[in-house]
């Protein structure tokens, strides 16, 4: 995950020198694999020592084949490297042990990034090395490297070649013995992988650690701590009844924050010992949370690296999101201890092998989690639903744009200059969708079935997305190999949907409906559309489930029965009368038979998103599903998630019908409103269900779904239009009324219902807010210094972080901007020495909205300013991704009006950070990727930005990121 790439990953793959890229094609098996490694630190943050011993058996049938060690020069400064026969030599206390007269075997030299060992050796050898490492000098944090007062690794993908020359590689795997040594008073707590052996006291004040993991795992994996930390902690017995130390390390001052990620972790245990028979396999689990991290967190053995952020948690310092982004994080990284550890990849390129399963493991156990802790069963049902809109309205905001834009990949990358660039949305959240739609096709014994089936095959290997998905065929009697498909095609998806009435079998089709009494039959026809760039669907058809319902006007479940030639039929009945249609076809036909009411059914397709694809109705000429069939599903949908779908499209709707001048007057226009209305007041809705299902798309989503070419401008301007139009739909005194009847008072808990009532409150605060500054408002029912005052009280009563950033994010929609000035000074006093929740503060500047009417150069020249602030540091990734990047990322608009001056600053930022951490660099440079979809001026603007710093950087990252949105505008 920590980003660092080099040009000569030749033992991955061969690499076209000409243009640096690495191929899926082109994978060949490692000549050379290391079964046991040791290593020796003696850590210092200056100047830290790296003895190593690698036990290397040449697995290819050429004897004249080299071994090659992977090595970033630009981290390692080699001091020693020794090659010995393995037969004469022993390695014991972390010392050689070697025969009298036993001589070095082998020529030794340095070629690019690497070191290459040729001459006549033995099949098996030990490679010795002694290195030099400077971790306070390590800018990119991969791997050795300083933060705080402590010293932490990151290897994933490429960082143990920044400590050790190694075949570093994701197919090697080996089992590892550590020393740490380092001095007491600095570095009181030494950890590592796997279990600790021996602990003790040297001279001079120094101390050591000795750590072995007994499982083979590939060097991406390895870590280690050197710091000032205090446990939390807590023994837990396993299912099979062995007991187990779970641990969160933190620095001593933050740890009241480390209970909710210990619960977390306990939580995640429980979880997949029940749901999927997973048990820990190590004595110790432990969580470190680290101050400087570029990524989440890493799933090291036993040893997890966290970004502080997703594990200091108070109510105080944290709001409902973080909680949820904790335990779904702490889970995430813990059930990689199956799902990437034990069974990891065989190369990069099977990345979402490991992620994509992954993430569908914690999707589904926070999930559970939100379902467990429901009162009722229909709680429950919401809690799951507000899930899933949760996870899809991220892939829609974040991955169906990387579809169609220059970093545009499959689920499995076939080639790459810098794997670091496909950490992405396509291979995490996708790839997450693409096991979902397995889940669904072999139902949830099957799946379970198939992973058992999985692990028995494969722990303790690097295997690839073939070996998954066959194992899930196998497991389960059916023949996937098709479904493989979406694991190379590119894009997303279209399906084409269109329904017509038929007469009873044999008798003529008519455009009608049937008169009453006689027997309804409809025809749907699903067609998968050509649209995947370089993908021929006829030859090569995805398979894809389509979960799928109908309804009558009042929105009653229809039961039906679902046929298709050849295969059996499908019958629905029920609360919700759904099943699941699988379009394996370009072209497929469905016959759907049941008590169809007179005036038209409603078809509910691509229930519970079944399926990450695009649907295109037949019915409109704009492709959108019909008004009247959006409007009747909003209302009424039994389906939670297809209602929120519905609204969805609605809002996308409306506001490409509102006018130059902020007006709506769609025919339809009056409908929505007040269906938006009534489900804002029904109280037998959950709240945190009403808040997703009234809340407008965001902004990234509206774009992805404007026609080419976009003005981003625009697309704001209509937002905030929307926005006000929402407002002003509901009197003042309903949403009085509202705010009244949630309580939120009272100690802080955690759980579905409350969090529910403080978004629904956020939402109806924010709502007030923009009301207050309509012509319409007056002091009687809302006007803006009766909201403001309600604001300032609001603030002086808070007891937690979520309703202090309620009552700041609806200051920052007043019409006033002394009310938002006012808020945002309290909060930045109030949390001045904290580091992770000034980051929010920072942010909200960033992303500010014109609310106020602040022209575009005065938002811009703020963000710009506050970098300067004594607390923001750019060697922080987490503080350059809270204002620098979500500056360029979410707030588009205001960059793109701004003009020059803010390209201007783009381009420097990219450069500097290039330089520094070119993974931070690649994530900000990615931030234009769409510029060439933009109307001019913005594109040309943006475009030459791209241009100018193209030449100046230097890291694969950076690089290739500019050359593929380069590449896309020409």
């Known amino acids: 995950m920590a980003m660092t790439a080099s040009d000569s990953d030749k033992g991955l793959a061969n690499v076209d020198t000409q243009a ?125 490297y300083q933060s705080a007062s402590g010293l932490f690794t990151q290897c994933e ?23 740490l040594c380092a001095e007491k008073a600095r570095y009181p707590v030494l950890l ?69 990620a210990l619960d977390s972790l306990e939580a995640a245990l429980r979880w997949d010992e029940r749901r999927f028979g997973r048990v820990l396999d190590l004595d110790r689990y432990m969580i470190v949370a680290v101050e400087d991290f570029n990524m989440g967190a890493m799933e090291n053995k036993g040893l997890n690296l966290f970004n502080a952020k997703y594990v200091l948690v108070t109510p105080e310092t944290a709001t409902d999101a973080d909680y949820a982004n904790v335990e779904a994080i702490v889970g995430h990284e813990y ?134 998905v066959a194992a899930i065929a196998d497991a389960n009697g059916r023949d996937l190999s098709q479904f493989l498909h979406w694991y190379d095609a590119a894009g997303t998806p279209e399906v084409v949907a269109h329904w017509r009435w038929v007469e009873t079998e044999g008798a003529a089709e008519t455009p009608e409906p049937l008169h009453h009494g006689a027997e309804k039959r409809v025809v749907l026809e699903l067609t998968l559309e050509q649209r995947l760039a370089g993908w021929d669907v006829a030859a090569k058809p995805l398979v894809i489930p389509v979960r799928m319902g109908w309804i009558d006007r009042s929105g009653r479940a229809l039961p039906f029965t679902a046929e298709s030639p050849g295969e059996a039929s499908l019958a629905a009945s029920g609360r919700d009368a759904s099943a699941v249609l699988v379009l394996d076809r370009p072209r497929k036909q469905w016959r759907i038979v049941g ?100 809340t407008p798309p965001s902004e990234a989503v509206v774009r992805d779904e404007t026609p080419r070419p976009v003005d981003p401008v625009a697309v704001r301007a209509r937002l905030l239009a929307w926005w006000r139009i929402l407002a002003q739909a509901i009197p003042a005194e309903t949403l009085w009324a509202l705010l009244e009847r949630q309580d939120t008072t009272g100690p802080y808990r955690f759980e579905p219902q409350a969090a529910g009532r403080r978004a629904l409150v956020a939402f109806v605060l924010k709502l007030l807010a923009i009301r207050s500054g309509s012509p319409m408002a007056s002091a009687a029912d809302g006007a803006a210094s009766a909201v403001a005052a309600h604001l300032s009280a609001r603030w002086h009563a808070a007891t937690n972080l979520s309703d202090r950033l309620a009552v700041l994010d609806a200051a920052l929609a007043h019409p006033d901007e002394a009310v938002a000035e006012s808020i945002l000074a309290a909060f930045a006093k109030h949390y001045e020495d904290d580091a992770i929740v000034f980051d929010k503060w920072l942010q909200r500047h960033a992303t500010r909205w014109a609310w106020q009417g602040q022209s575009p150069e005065t938002l811009f020249a703020r963000v710009r300013d ?71 001026p913005y594109r040309s603007a943006a475009l030459a930005a791209v241009q100018h710093v193209a030449p100046m950087v230097r890291s694969n990252e950076v690089r290739e990121v500019l050359e593929r949105i380069l590449a896309t505008a020409r």
């Open 20 to 144: 640096g890229v690495v191929r899926l094609e082109d994978y060949q098996p490692p000549a050379w694999r290391v079964r046991e490694v040791v290593l020796d630190f003696r850590l210092d943050a200056k100047a830290t020592e790296v003895r190593a011993w690698l036990a290397c058996e040449r697995v290819a049938s050429d004897p004249s084949a080299s071994l090659r060690l992977d090595c970033d020069f630009s981290a390692v400064t080699l001091a020693e490297l020794t090659v010995w026969p393995a037969d004469r030599v022993a390695v014991r206390d972390f010392a050689r042990h070697a025969l009298a007269d036993t001589q070095p075997v082998g020529l030794v030299n340095r070629v690019q990034d690497a070191i290459e060992i040729t001459g006549t050796l033995p099949d098996r050898v030990w490679v010795e090395t002694r290195v030099q490492l400077n971790p306070s000098e390590n800018s990119a944090l991969s791997g050795l």
């Open 335 to 468: 059930f990689h201890n199956w799902t990437g550890n034990r069974v990891t990849c065989r190369d990069w390129f099977q990345l979402t092998l490991k992620e994509g399963l992954t993430v569908f493991r914690d999707q589904e156990f926070s999930a559970d989690r939100l379902a467990e802790a429901a009162a009722t069963p229909e709680a429950a049902a919401s809690a799951r639903a507000v899930k899933r809109i949760d996870d899809v309205a991220v892939l829609k905001a974040v991955q169906f744009p990387e579809d169609d834009g220059p970093m545009r990949h499959p689920v499995r990358p076939r080639a790459y200059r810098a794997i670091d660039n496909f950490y992405t949305a396509t291979v995490y959240e996708k790839g997450a969708e693409v096991v979902r739609m397995l889940h669904t096709l072999v139902g949830e014994a099957g799946f379970r079935r198939g992973l058992d089936t999985y692990f028995e095959r494969h722990d303790g290997q690097a295997v690839t997305c073939e070996d998954f």
């Open 595 to 694: 008590p169809m009411p007179e005036d038209d059914p409603v078809p509910s397709l691509l229930r519970g998103f079944s399926a990450p694809v695009r649907v295109r109705w037949a019915e409109t000429a704009d492709g959108r599903e019909p008004i009247a069939w959006l409007l009747r599903r909003f209302a009424h949908d039994p389906d939670p998630f297809n209602r929120w779908q519905a609204g969805e499209v609605l809002h996308l709707a409306a506001q490409g019908a509102i006018d130059d001048h902020g007006r709506f007057s769609a025919e339809w226009g009056s409908s929505f409103l007040n269906a938006w209305h009534a489900a804002l007041c029904d109280a037998s809705l959950d709240a945190n269900y009403r808040v997703r299902l009234l």
């Open 192 to 260: 590592a992988n796997g279990n600790l052996v021996a602990t003790g006291d040297l001279e001079n004040g120094w101390h050591f650690a000795v750590w072995h993991d007994p499982f083979p795992k590939p060097s991406y994996l390895f870590a280690l701590v050197a710091a000032d930390l205090v446990a939390t902690e807590k023994t837990v017995v396993r299912a099979d009844g062995r007991p187990a130390l779970l641990q969160v390390w933190t620095a001593a001052a933050h740890r009241d924050r480390a209970k909710w």
């Open 157 to 179: 993908p490429e960082g143990f070649r920044r400590i050790v020359p190694f075949i570093d590689r994701p197919d090697v795997l080996a089992r590892y013995q550590v020393r």
């Open 866 to 936: 506050l970098t300067h602030h004594p607390r923001f540091r750019w060697s922080n990734p987490n503080k350059v991704y809270a204002l620098v990047l979500a500056f360029f990322a979410h707030n588009l608009p205001v960059c793109a009006a701004t003009g020059e001056a803010a390209w201007a600053w783009w381009t420097d930022v990219v450069r500097t950070l290039d330089a520094r951490n070119p993974l931070v660099a690649a994530r900000i440079a990615r931030t234009l990727e769409h510029a060439a979809t933009w109307c001019e």
